[in-house]
Nanobody, 127 residues
Framework: QVQLVESGGGLVQTGGSLRLSCAASGLTFSSYSMGWFRQAPGKEREFVASISWSGGNTFYADSVKGRFTISRDNARNTVYLQMNSLKPEDTAIYYC????????????????????WGQGTQVTVSS
């Protein structure tokens, strides 16, 4: 049974930082590329960042480029999202997701490509 468990969310002031973690179990972690998505109140879920199975390739949404960093530790079956210079518009539930690395990494922005999803962690940025 595949499980993705996010942690590290919380309340932070504008300009602050948070580090999200997503621990995976029940799958061969290094066979999956990983992504972070978010959903703000009243909005559709959107892509934030993705990382290839090896960590050698990454994509970011324009809205977070230069502020967020995605990374992974295959030995710990964990993917991270370091979020710096947070803004109120970053407030959302953040989800991690896994997609088989057999698919081209170029389509990793598409949430329909993902096989497994976590339950999400709330990030709230106060102004």
């Amino acid at each position: 049974q595949v499980q993705l468990v996010e942690s590290g969310g919380g309340l932070v002031q504008t300009g602050g930082s948070l580090r999200l973690s997503c621990a995976a179990s029940g799958l061969t972690f290094s066979s999956y590329s990983m992504g972070w998505f978010r959903q703000a109140p009243g909005k559709e879920r959107e892509f934030v960042a993705s990382i290839s199975w090896s960590g050698g390739n990454t994509f970011y949404a324009d809205s977070v480029k230069g502020r967020f960093t995605i990374s992974r530790d295959n030995a710990r079956n964990t993917v991270y999202l370091q979020m710096n210079s947070l803004k109120p518009e970053d407030t959302a539930i953040y989800y991690c997701a896994a997609r088989t690395a057999l698919r081209p990494f170029g389509s990793s922005r598409n949430e329909a490509e993902y096989n497994y999803w976590g339950q999400g962690t709330q990030v709230t940025v106060s102004s």
